[in-house]
């Protein structure tokens, strides 16, 4: 019985985290001037997928930033879709915090 009581105890804590994991989401963006004429959407996920993105990203020391409505802008384009020109000046804060980020 107290071994039923501990899967029990593991599943809600596995139900739990999927729970806190169910609002995250994550855009990369990849620019390259000499290859793409604007920012590109390189990939994007919600929930355990844009969890793994954060995790992979820190592991590379690549620069994370916090908007909420610019990830929700951001989640309307496709992979692999360029980010339009109305949108310049979102990405411009994103980058503006990138560049502060890499000063420190």
Do not use: W
Request: contains cysteine; glycine residues 4%.
């Amino acid at each position: 019985m107290e071994k039923n009581v501990e899967n029990a105890f593991d599943i809600y804590q596995d139900y739990i985290k999927s729970l806190d994991n169910h609002n995250t989401k994550a855009v990369a963006i990849r620019y390259d001037k000499s290859r793409d004429d604007a920012p590109i959407i390189n990939a994007k996920g919600e929930g355990i997928l844009a969890k793994r993105m954060i995790e992979l990203a820190k592991s590379h020391d690549i620069p994370i930033v916090n908007d909420e409505n610019s990830v929700a802008e951001l989640m309307k384009i496709k992979v692999g879709g360029e980010i339009p020109y109305c949108m310049y000046e979102a990405l411009s804060i994103i980058l503006a915090h990138i560049y502060m980020l890499s000063e420190d």
